[in-house]
């Protein structure tokens, strides 16, 4: 069993940053997939990036070259980082894991908006 929990979002306006962290606990070593996911109003939940095992990443088109995910395995967390974000950007931000086993978690997501 894996628990998520998610924090960093919040209200910013268009052109600012936002860090999102997802701590992990439980039995946390036989995961093998770390990815964000967002969702909004009216839409289908979407990719928005991912980070492997040894550290690659990938990004969805829409948040290349704006968005970083990263890791910290000491604090067993997980962060997209959010720069020059835009309107288009708001929505509910997912964090999801999943292990060998083919078990997935997701957190409870965090609401980001963008707006003046």
């Known amino acids: 069993q894996v628990t998520l929990l998610e924090s960093g979002g919040g209200l910013v306006q268009p052109g600012g940053s936002l860090r999102l962290s997802c701590a992990a606990s439980?039995?946390?070593?036989?995961?093998?997939?770390r990815r964000w996911y967002r969702q909004a109003p009216g839409k289908q939940r979407e990719f928005v990036a991912a980070?492997?095992?040894?550290?690659?990443?990938n990004y969805a088109d829409s948040v290349r070259g704006r968005f970083t995910i990263s890791r910290d395995d000491a604090k067993h967390t997980l962060y997209l980082q959010m720069d020059s974000l835009e309107p288009e950007d708001t929505a509910v931000y997912y964090c999801?894991?999943?292990?060998?086993?083919?078990?997935?978690?997701w957190g409870q997501g965090t609401q980001v908006t963008v707006s003046s």
């Open positions: 439980g039995r946390i070593f036989n995961i093998n997939i």
């Open positions: 999801y894991y999943a292990n060998v086993y083919g078990y997935d978690y």
């Open positions: 980070i492997t095992a040894g550290g690659s990443t």
